[in-house]
């Protein structure tokens, strides 16, 4: 088995939205994790006054621990269905992964 973990990064505004688009596709295991969270990025021209002057942002951030293979195939579908630069995403090798009990 070649597991990854995909981690996207998306506005708070998009977690709805993102959620309910993993949650129509079990086909991509129907497993995530969703953590809120705050960032800084290099865009920092496209942020609000208030972002400004806390010098950060509200993110989401989405964990799926899928087959190699099927994370490509949910990247691209992803990728076709929200072409927006202000979503990240990386992808990292999972060594081991269970349940302990």
């Known amino acids: 088995m070649n597991l990854v973990q995909l981690t996207l990064v ?4 998009l977690e709805e939205t993102l959620a309910e688009y993993l949650l129509a596709h ?3 295991g129907g497993a995530f994790t969703l953590l809120h969270a705050e960032g800084r990025g290099s865009r920092e021209h496209e942020l609000t006054p208030q972002e400004q ?3 950060r ?8 621990v899928l087959e190699a ?5 949910l990247l691209d579908e ?5 072409p ?8 990292t ?3 081991e992964f269970g349940r302990l009990g």
């Open 53 to 55: 002057v806390r010098g």
């Open 10 to 13: 998306a506005p708070a505004s």
């Open 26 to 28: 079990p086909e991509w």
């Open 78 to 82: 992803l990728k076709r269905a929200f």
């Open 57 to 64: 942002v509200a993110r989401t951030l989405f964990k799926v």
């Open 69 to 73: 293979e099927a994370a490509g195939r």
């Open 93 to 95: 090798p999972v060594i």
């Open 84 to 91: 927006k630069r202000d979503v990240a995403y990386w992808l």
